[in-house]
């Protein structure tokens, strides 16, 4: 049973960093993908990132072309998921959720329904 727990969330000012973690354990197969959604109050659950067991990274269409201020990595040593976020805007105010799925149908999905496991959620706001 795969246990995903997220940290990092806070208060910051626009033009601030922060780093999303995701502690993750339970694995059972050594063929998996994980991803950053986030979600607003009203609003469907939006994919960020995803990142494979082997390390290809994907970036959601709708922030392509943002990419350098969303940077997903995995530290398989210590199981643990991040997102880097960079030059924050008050519009990346949002609960943003780890997720993971094992042997996916997919890779890189961001379809949320493609994904098994969950976090409780971390919230971003961010201040102008």
């Known amino acids: 049973h795969v246990q995903l727990v997220e940290s990092g969330g806070g208060s910051v000012q626009a033009g601030g960093s922060l780093r999303l973690s995701c502690a993750a354990s339970?694995?059972?197969?050594?063929?998996?993908?994980m991803a950053w959604f986030r979600q607003t109050p009203g609003k469907e659950r939006e994919g960020v990132a995803a990142?494979?067991?082997?390390?290809?990274?994907?970036?959601?269409n709708s922030l392509r072309s943002e990419k350098g201020r969303f940077t997903i990595s995995l530290d398989n040593a210590n199981g643990t998921l991040y997102l880097d976020v960079h030059s924050l805007k008050p519009e990346d105010t949002a609960m943003y959720y780890c997720?993971?799925?094992?042997?996916?149908?997919?890779?890189?999905?961001?379809?949320?329904?493609?994904?098994?496991?969950w976090g409780q959620g971390t919230q971003v706001t961010v201040s102008s």
């Open positions: 339970g694995f059972t197969s050594s063929v998996y993908c």
């Open positions: 990142i494979d067991f082997d390390g290809t990274t994907t970036y959601s």
């Open positions: 997720a993971a799925e094992e042997r996916p149908r997919v890779a890189g999905t961001f379809v949320p329904d493609e994904y098994k496991y």
